[in-house]
């Protein structure tokens, strides 16, 4: 596969060269570039927020959220954005915004990503966060168990 760079996954409405990759391998899922969820969320605050999927897979009926990182522990947006405003001037890469986002950013949150899939579930809609293959988990499978997320590797998307 071709390398290609963080601008031109932008361009074709990917939020990273990992997710473009992503689709590459899985050309059948359809990709959600702007489709926002017609529902809107509350974290654990009862703060409001909208969320979007990755893909929808036409074959299980349902939106993916692909993650290539293990999700974060903030509970809330607040929290998220305050980490992350606390942290980012200390930054001095890219790369490393990119790595904070990860790792405090509200899009990478368990409670998030739990908060959207039991609401979708509620209303009979399924959401389901693929993560790919290798992604590093250490803990995040326990505290993933305890909310209830549903989730798999990518291999067993297939």
Not at 6 to 20: I, K, M, P, R
Not at 55 to 72: A, S, T, V
Not at 131 to 145: A, I, L, N, P
Request: charged share 25%; net charge positive; aromatic share 12%.
């Amino acid at each position: 596969m071709k390398k290609i760079t963080l601008e031109y996954a932008h361009s074709l409405g990917y939020d990273s060269t990992a997710e473009h990759y992503f689709h590459q391998r899985n050309p059948h899922l359809i990709q959600c570039t702007n489709d926002f969820y017609q529902c809107t969320f509350y974290d654990a605050d009862g703060s409001p927020f909208q969320a979007k999927p990755d893909f929808y897979h036409p074959e299980l009926q349902c939106w993916i959220e692909f993650k290539c990182h293990r999700l974060n522990n903030r509970e809330t947006k607040q929290s998220s954005d305050y980490a992350y405003n606390q942290q980012a001037p200390h930054k001095e890469t890219r790369k490393g915004l990119d790595f904070l986002r990860l790792e405090v950013g509200w899009n990478h949150s368990l409670h998030k990503q739990a908060k959207v899939q039991s609401s979708l579930r509620a209303m009979g809609k399924r959401m389901i966060v693929v993560f790919e293959d290798g992604t590093k988990m250490g803990h995040s499978v326990k505290k993933m168990k305890q909310q209830g997320l549903e989730w798999i590797f990518e291999s067993d998307l297939a």
